[in-house]
């Protein structure tokens, strides 16, 4: 076999990227594209589905040519994406009927409000692993059909498809031919069961949604179909699927139940594989499917911190203490300790497990002899304690202790917040040597599904650890600081309601 390379696509929120990754798990070749963002209303954000294809399909282009390959070259495609981004379109053109309404949209925010109050929450949390949120793919979908006009009678005829960005991109690809999604985009729609692994015709018929307009639900690892020969100089297939949080948990490796990594970007996304049976959380967690590879079904507990790298970014732009965000690094270290001063970054709210939209940011200890070292040292301790509060919640969840956190994502760069992290878990912090966790993930299940790799030990083996931080520091102290940040945390909260 001379198909030497796997292709792997990110479509993101804010542009598409296309990788080409060898056998050794090397990055040959990178093109990266933004697009436009829209956005109508207050709180509504649109893409445009076709500046998407195009965007995607010409870096795919272009990164095989930098990489001076062909489609020949190419064991496989693999496909990531921005989760939940939904797209209607006609089966006969393939023109989108609307915008692709993007995951961080809020117009059927009330609608959801009303779904709380119907007392729909247990139902849906026990089927889906969800909350009732405007984020998931089912009440942006029950929006189209409800305001483009004839679109419900269309999509009653069949007319229509829907499908997140993973089956739009696998559609194009394929000319019409293929119309399919994978469990963990699926997992994302709030339509989907994910005990049973099929859509639910109960929260079918709650969001009025017509079956015919689903995509056929595949797992994350097999040879789905071929992308038309017309693009990309020949026919490659299409073999790997997942949505980006469940690829970057795929891309670390943590593939035995417990193991889990951190994705420390503006906001902080952190992922545990559950094992084969879905752990419907009560505290503030979400259950979603990990991943399918052949029969073989991984459950995983996601919590979302919204202020990561966002906290950082905050002392740079917000109050101009930082020159740059590495900086954050060597004011930290310049200080013993952060003088006393704890930092809740609730900058847009708090997210799991305290959920609490109404947080706002708030400074405490500060004295004469705070300075901005002090700050910045305690800045990179919130974003530990956060990641800490939900890793928690998830060990509780699991009944284990975690064993290792793997890191990824801009913000892991910093030496002195992984080592911080270690302490606070009390566990190992391992960041891999090649960080693009999300876009190997995508290309490993694209080579497994292929016989590009033949197991996963064999891509382990390839896969190089950077530098892992053990825990170290005095276990009271750090009690301690855990302590001092709780108390933080609860005088943070309800603030903006009181204004
Ligand atoms: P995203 O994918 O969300 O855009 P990235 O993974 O590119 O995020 O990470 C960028 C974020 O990481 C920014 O919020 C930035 O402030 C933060 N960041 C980058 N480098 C560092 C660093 N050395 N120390 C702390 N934060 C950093």
């Not at 056998?23 to 209303?41: L, M, T």
């Not at 282009?61 to 939940?84: V, Y």
């Not at 497994?448 to 276990?475: C, H, M, V």
């Not at 009690?479 to 009181?498: K, T």
Request: charged share 20%; aromatic share 8%; net charge negative.
């Amino acid at each position: 076999m001379n198909r030497t390379c796997i292709l792997a696509l990110d479509q993101g929120t804010t542009s598409s990227r296309a990788i080409v990754v060898d056998r050794e798990c090397r990055i040959k070749a990178i093109s990266q594209k933004g697009f436009r963002q829209f956005f109508p209303h207050a709180g509504w954000v649109e893409h445009d589905p076709n500046e998407i294809w195009a965007s995607q399909s010409g870096v795919a282009a272009e990164a095989l040519a930098a990489a001076d390959l062909t489609a020949a070259d190419i064991a496989a495609i693999g496909i990531t994406n921005q989760r939940e981004t939904t797209i209607i379109w006609d089966r006969k053109t393939s023109s989108p009927i609307y915008n692709a309404i993007v995951w961080q949209d809020r117009r059927t925010a009330d609608y959801c409000e009303r779904l709380k109050t119907d007392g729909l929450e247990k139902m849906i949390r026990d089927k889906t692993g969800l909350v009732i949120d405007a984020y998931f793919s089912a009440t942006k979908i029950k929006w189209i059909l409800d305001n483009v006009p004839h679109a419900r009678e269309r999509a009653m005829r069949g007319e229509l498809c829907f499908g997140n960005i993973d089956s739009w991109l696998v559609w194009k690809f394929t000319r019409g031919k293929t119309h399919i999604t994978d469990v963990t985009n699926a997992s994302r729609t709030m339509l989907f069961n994910i005990h049973t692994l099929k859509w639910d015709d109960d929260l079918l018929r709650l969001f009025d949604i017509p079956p015919s307009i689903l995509p056929d639900v595949r797992s994350s690892s097999e040879h789905y179909t071929d992308t038309a020969p017309s693009f990309l100089s020949g026919r490659i297939p299409i073999a790997g699927i997942a949505g980006d949080q469940q690829a970057a948990l795929f891309g670390q490796l943590c593939t035995q139940p417990g193991t889990a990594k951190t994705t420390y970007g503006t906001g902080c996304f952190v992922m545990m594989n559950a094992g084969d049976t879905p752990a419907i959380s009560h505290n503030g967690l979400l259950s979603t499917v990990a991943w399918q590879i052949g029969g073989r079904v991984a459950y995983a507990l996601e919590g979302s911190v919204f202020a990561g790298g966002a906290t950082i970014q905050w002392l740079r732009d917000g109050i101009g203490i930082l020159r740059n965000a590495s900086e954050s690094k060597t004011l930290a270290l310049s200080v013993p300790d952060s003088g006393g001063v704890c930092f809740v970054p609730a900058l847009t709210g708090l997210g799991a497990p305290y959920w609490d939209p109404y947080a706002r940011g708030t400074l405490f200890g500060i004295t004469r002899g705070t300075g901005i070292a002090h700050i910045a040292r305690a800045a990179l301790e919130a974003i530990a304690y956060q990641v800490y509060d939900v890793i928690r919640a998830m060990e509780n969840e699991m009944g284990t202790p975690l064993q290792e956190l793997r890191v990824d994502g801009g913000a892991s760069a910093n030496d002195f917040l992984m080592q911080f992290q270690a302490d606070l878990n009390r566990t190992r912090v391992v960041r891999p040597e090649n960080m693009e966790s999300t876009v190997l993930g995508a290309a490993f299940l694209a080579g497994l599904a292929t016989g590009y790799w033949k197991d996963e030990q064999e891509i382990a083996n390839g896969r190089l650890i950077g530098r892992s931080f053990e825990p170290q520091g005095d276990p009271d102290t750090i009690q301690h600081g855990i302590d001092r940040w709780h108390e933080a945390v609860r005088r943070s909260q309800g603030w903006a309601e009181q204004e």
